[in-house]
């Protein structure tokens, strides 16, 4: 049995997760899936970081998560407890002493979104639940959170990737991150080339059964 650690994107809650962890729990699994403080306005990175390392306790056989912005805490936990896998989910891959604000045009995802007639999608419907039942969708919209202006201003702090093995997962429906901005962003960063579900940007509402085979398969390798 392995422990999911799932670290949600900006915005976001724990709750994002939910229908992820009953699939990862039928398949005998155990999950965390805590809330980040973001709405703490003078939280940072370390503060995202201890809220994970402290929801996980003493478990082990770990597979950290980080979604969308969550990936620039996922690898800060990585680094900290024995992870066995880091695993980014549309993550925002960051690069040593970049700071949050600065990673769209310094990645180029600015002008990658502009090139692929993205950057014109401004209703949260059609750019991140496009493909989530309404329903759901509009559950995961009253449910958002501020986020803390300090966490985007502040430098990502490792010196280097943390030494665990890590995946990479593009959505290759996104409507937000492009998938081939992901597919170069992947080897330029992290020298991986990106396994690709289908869906949109909340796979883990829109096909969390297919996102947690992927999970799961990657522990037999």
């Known amino acids: 049995m392995s422990t999911f ?9 724990g709750w ?29 990175l370390d503060d995202y970081a201890e809220a994970v390392t402290t929801a996980v306790g003493d478990r082990r056989d770990l597979v950290v998560v980080g979604h969308s912005y969550g990936a620039f805490t996922a690898p800060l936990v990585a680094d900290r407890l024995p992870a066995d896998l880091l695993v980014l989910l549309a993550g925002m891959i960051p690069a040593p002493g970049e700071r949050p604000d600065d990673w769209w045009e310094a990645t180029g ?8 007639g993205l950057a014109g999608i401004d209703d949260p419907f059609e750019s991140f639940y496009h493909d989530v039942p309404r329903e759901l969708a509009e559950e995961a919209m009253r449910r958002e959170r501020d986020e803390s202006p300090r966490v985007g201003d502040e430098p990502w702090p490792l010196k280097a990737w943390p030494d665990v093995p890590t995946k990479f997962i ?16 992947a080897r330029e960063r992290l020298g991986v080339v990106p396994d690709e ?7 883990p ?16 390798h």
């Open 5 to 13: 650690v799932l670290i949600h994107g900006g915005g976001d809650s």
């Open 16 to 44: 994002a997760w939910h229908l992820l962890e009953a699939e990862l729990r039928s398949r005998g699994h155990d999950t965390v899936a805590p809330d980040l403080p973001s709405e703490n306005a003078s939280a940072g």
């Open 109 to 116: 995802c600015v002008r990658a979104r502009q090139d692929a």
């Open 170 to 185: 593009l959505c290759k429906d996104d409507r937000f991150f492009p998938a081939d901005f992901f597919r170069g962003l």
């Open 197 to 203: 579900i289908s869906g949109g940007h909340c796979v």
């Open 205 to 220: 509402l829109s096909r969390p059964d297919a996102l947690a085979d992927l999970l799961v398969g990657y522990l037999k």
